[in-house]
């Protein structure tokens, strides 16, 4: 791998990012930007379409992502990771990892014959473990690059897929391969991940079968999803009384998320109204403590899931077992009337909260905020501003948002690194 000379290096792959590399490019600066997974598109590729539109996810993503891919200007990074940060005269000095797909990129075309001659399947990790791929497979469907990677810690290494490979592209023996990056300037866009499933015991998260996380039924609501239609995980049977959960990972000291994640209440209401139109017999119910609807048309959004006849009962959940039939039976005290109640449904899913990818690690130097996000110093005059010069912030790495919000934050922080870099250019010329 060649060193590279940039002006600015995005850190992270999914829709902040793409929007904030697009931005830069289009301006002319020569861009890198890098991902940690074999593919862009982050979060936003997974899901089944965005509220308060319904529009298709995948529609907004995919040519997002092609764009990266294409424009002359960006130099698309996958499977790589930062190690180092070091400033220097012209910027930063950013030591990468290219990590080993144990496929040479530059031959793979993407035909999938190894992926379909691999004898071994695992649970996927796009799926969240509904479905399952081979040890050596194209990420997803649309995934950017079309470039096979080989997991090596369940190939067996029979050698199949270097026998199917008519370009020789298989390569058992590769190594992770250290590079470097000169950026002067820095965005980063490394996003959110959920709190974890089982983080509240008394939900029964990771240990009842049907109780789940949304990120599992937007793949079960997805026209990619692994089945194609909403299943219950534990036995494959059609539900016909959903509920959701909410605040089941946000506004909570126990958690240590104190704040509210802000897209909780709106991913549960579009879920909601698309269960509807694919089970329009199924009962859904969303408990909650306070319904959020920030945005513009949310209310809306919210009054016509309530007109489809989605059941909302104000309450906080106290706990969740299951009977013998593996039906989640939910323990809600009912704020409102004063008294506790027990409902039983054939599926929960929880509306858990967002977290940030982003941890301090002594690489990067960065102030991080009592959330836990990286922090801004000046929110209200320069909202993608970090403590560092010449270090910017977007998206869901900044804290948590939607995806409209996302896309907002990462053209700001464009504007910012442009700014940034035009001005260290000229000091440059008359230094």
């Known amino acids: 791998m060649d060193n590279l000379h940039v002006d600015a290096l995005v850190v992270g792959g999914g829709i902040a990012g793409m929007q904030a590399a697009l931005d830069l490019a289009d301006q002319d600066f020569k861009v890198a930007l890098v991902e940690r997974e074999p593919s862009i598109g982050g979060k936003m590729i ?11 996810c995948s529609c907004i993503t995919t040519p997002k992502m092609s764009a990266v891919a294409h424009h002359p200007n960006i130099k698309l990074l996958t499977y790589c990771e930062l190690k180092a940060v070091n400033e220097t005269a012209e910027g930063f ?20 014959k190894c992926e379909y001659e691999c004898p071994i399947t695992v649970a996927s990790p796009f799926d969240r473990g509904l479905g399952s791929y081979h040890a050596i497979r194209v990420p997803f469907s649309t995934a950017v690059p079309q470039v096979a990677v080989l997991d090596m810690e369940n190939c067996i290494l029979c050698g199949k897929c270097e026998k199917i490979c008519a370009v020789n592209a298989v390569d058992f023996m590769q190594q992770p391969e250290p590079f470097e990056i000169q950026a002067t300037t820095v965005v980063m866009a490394t996003g959110f991940e959920l709190t974890p499933l089982n983080a509240k015991k008394e939900y029964g998260g990771g240990n009842l079968q049907n109780v789940i996380d949304p990120l599992m039924m ?18 494959g049977k059609e539900p016909t009384s959903i509920a ?55 209310e809306q959004f919210y009054q016509n899931a309530q007109a489809m006849g989605v059941e909302f009962i104000r309450g906080k959940v106290a706990s ?16 409102e009337e004063g008294h506790i109640i027990e409902r039983t449904h054939d599926m929960v899913i929880l509306s858990l909260g967002m977290v ?39 998206g869901a790495a900044m804290g948590p948002m939607d995806i409209v919000d996302s896309i907002v934050t990462a053209s700001a922080a464009a504007a910012s690194a442009s700014a940034y870099i035009r001005t260290h250019q000229k000091e440059a010329v008359y230094a």
């Open 46 to 56: 997974t899901l089944s379409k965005v509220f308060p539109t319904l529009d298709c």
């Open 93 to 112: 000095q950013v030591s990468m990892v290219q990590k080993p797909r144990y496929v040479d990129a530059s031959k793979c075309t993407g035909c999938r």
């Open 218 to 235: 937007e793949r079960f609501l997805a026209p990619t999803g692994p089945y194609g239609r909403v299943l219950r995980p534990g036995d």
């Open 244 to 298: 959701y959960v909410q605040c089941a990972g946000s506004r909570d000291k126990t958690l240590g998320v104190e704040y509210c994640s802000r897209v909780c209440c709106m991913y549960a209401i579009k879920q909601a109204m698309l269960i509807s139109g694919a089970l329009p017999l199924a009962e859904i119910t969303i408990y909650y403590m306070d319904i959020r609807t920030f945005g513009k048309g949310y």
């Open 320 to 335: 969740i077992h299951q009977d013998e039939d593996q039906n989640p039976v939910v323990k809600v005290e009912l704020t």
């Open 356 to 394: 940030p990818t982003f941890k301090s690690d002594g690489v990067l130097h960065l102030d991080l905020g009592s959330d836990g996000f990286i922090a801004t110093p000046a929110t209200n005059a320069q909202p993608c501003v970090t403590a560092r010069p010449g270090i910017f912030v977007t």
